[in-house]
């Protein structure tokens, strides 16, 4: 089976640094994506990592430890409108490459 | 560039009603279709794929079905709502590009069951 972890919520202040956590355990692996998804909105894209190591887009980098079955969203220089929830979302190697994904990590920026 | 379309956007409906969300794919050709329910709290439970037109795969077994008539057209249907039905429905769409297959969402569709 497949099973995703992160946390439930987090808090940050403005103008930080917040490191979003997720573990996966899947059959084979093919990619972790990450998504941000606004209070009554849909999931947007953020990420897609398959290789181990950081990549970075901006104010978001996405790290992948394949060994650990680990990954992390960072997000620097936090603003308000970064208030959201952040979904991590594995994909496995059998049959279909329909990610599962994990309940979200609602992430709250406060002043 | 593809854009994504639902409607509607927000649904009340009573119990026993039925059902009918959808969704259309704009921008490209033989795109995968899913929909999604997302529950209060709760995360992202896919309900039905299509890699076509007429090939429907059913991921929970419930009261709902979907269709896709056409090729970038895909609908969600219930004869007899349930209150347990109630939730944030989401159509997407990917297409096939190696082992990547990112997922690109519609903005859902909100569904009240009183």
């Given at each position: 089976g497949q099973n995703i972890d992160q946390p439930t919520e987090m808090t940050a202040t403005e103008g930080a640094i917040v490191q979003i956590n997720c573990t996966y355990q899947t059959s084979g692996f093919n990619g972790l994506f990450w998504y941000q998804q606004h209070a009554g909105e849909a999931p947007t894209f953020l990420s897609y990592n398959v290789l181990d190591g950081l990549e970075e887009k901006g104010r978001f980098s996405s790290f992948l430890s394949r060994s650990k079955g680990y990954s992390y969203l960072l997000l620097k220089e936090?603003?308000?409108?970064?208030s959201a929830s952040y979904l991590c979302a594995a994909l496995s190697s059998?049959?279909?490459y329909i990610p599962t994904f994990g309940r979200g990590t609602s992430l709250i920026v406060h002043p | 560039s593809q854009t994504i379309h639902q409607w509607p956007a927000t649904l009340v409906q009573p119990v026993g009603s039925p059902l009918s969300l959808e969704c259309t794919v704009e921008g490209t050709s033989n795109p995968n279709l899913y929909w999604y329910r997302q529950a209060a709290g709760r995360g992202l439970q896919l309900l039905f794929y299509s890699v076509g037109i007429g090939q429907i795969s059913s991921e929970v077994p419930q009261n709902l079905s979907a269709s896709r008539p056409q090729d970038r057209q895909f609908i969600l249907s219930s004869k007899k709502l349930l209150l347990s039905d109630s939730g944030f429905y989401l159509c997407a769409w990917s297409v096939e590009a190696g082992i990547t297959d990112t997922q690109y969402f519609g903005p859902g569709t909100r569904l009240t069951v009183l």
């Amino acid at each position: 089976g497949q099973n995703i972890d992160q946390p439930t919520e987090m808090t940050a202040t403005e103008g930080a640094i917040v490191q979003i956590n997720c573990t996966y355990q899947t059959s084979g692996f093919n990619g972790l994506f990450w998504y941000q998804q606004h209070a009554g909105e849909a999931p947007t894209f953020l990420s897609y990592n398959v290789l181990d190591g950081l990549e970075e887009k901006g104010r978001f980098s996405s790290f992948l430890s394949r060994s650990k079955g680990y990954s992390y969203l960072l997000l620097k220089e936090l603003q308000m409108k970064d208030s959201a929830s952040y979904l991590c979302a594995a994909l496995s190697s059998g049959g279909s490459y329909i990610p599962t994904f994990g309940r979200g990590t609602s992430l709250i920026v406060h002043p | 560039s593809q854009t994504i379309h639902q409607w509607p956007a927000t649904l009340v409906q009573p119990v026993g009603s039925p059902l009918s969300l959808e969704c259309t794919v704009e921008g490209t050709s033989n795109p995968n279709l899913y929909w999604y329910r997302q529950a209060a709290g709760r995360g992202l439970q896919l309900l039905f794929y299509s890699v076509g037109i007429g090939q429907i795969s059913s991921e929970v077994p419930q009261n709902l079905s979907a269709s896709r008539p056409q090729d970038r057209q895909f609908i969600l249907s219930s004869k007899k709502l349930l209150l347990s039905d109630s939730g944030f429905y989401l159509c997407a769409w990917s297409v096939e590009a190696g082992i990547t297959d990112t997922q690109y969402f519609g903005p859902g569709t909100r569904l009240t069951v009183l």
